[in-house]
């Protein structure tokens, strides 16, 4: 998975945002990656100073400087925007390459494998003749659930057997016969395959 830039520029404060521009200026001074910058190191300096005088005359300054505060921001915000295409256009994905401009990496997702145990996962008793209602937490990654079903020793691997798939985190067994003890699990489908089952949960239909 290739590496990308965060610039989440109207996140930042104005100190921030002045901590960002003198960092790319003090990273991109001589590098050897980025040789002809967009935006040059001594336009990004002269930048950073202005915006830095602005900042301290605008607290508890006039309107008029808090105004010209503004337009500066957003001069160093167009300016750390045009960096970042260049920046991403040498770079092409190269996590080491980005790092090395001072901008800030942002962070990759990471694939996700077998989804987990489906967890707390029980088996309510309805005033429904033959029914049982089913009701487990949601599992991370799941795009499903296979619903099985043991009318004897759960224990035993072989006496499991799939009832349903369901997209939501319930499911209403029905069918059964009354007064009789069954055995619940539920195992959560995801992209990558199909996960462990649950905790068995002992249910009995009205």
Known sequence: MKANIKLSLFELTFVRLL????????????N???????V????????????????????????????????????????LRVQADYVRSIAKGDA?????????????????GLPGVTKEL???FTQRRGEVDLRWRTVR?????????????PAVAANWKAIA???RARFTADGLESVKAYWFCVSA?????????????????A
């Not at 050897?32 to 967009?38: G, H, S």
């Open 19 to 30: 901590a960002l521009i003198r960092n790319v200026i003090a990273k991109m001074t001589g």
């Open 122 to 124: 029980v088996a309510l």
């Open 96 to 112: 080491v390459m980005l790092a090395s401009s001072g901008f800030e990496l942002a962070k990759q997702r990471e694939p996700v």
């Open 141 to 153: 990654g799941a795009h499903g659930y296979h619903v099985w079903i043991s009318e004897s020793d």
């Open 189 to 205: 489908m995801g992209s990558a395959g199909e996960g462990a089952q649950s905790d068995p949960a002992k249910g009995i239909a």
């Open 40 to 79: 040059t190191v001594s336009a990004m300096v002269t930048a950073a100073d202005k915006l830095e005088a602005a900042i301290e005359n605008a607290t508890n300054g006039s309107r008029l400087s808090k105004l010209e505060r503004d337009a500066l921001v957003e001069e160093v915000r167009s300016m």
């Open 165 to 167: 798939y369901t997209t």
């Open 32 to 38: 050897a990656f980025f040789t002809t910058p967009a």
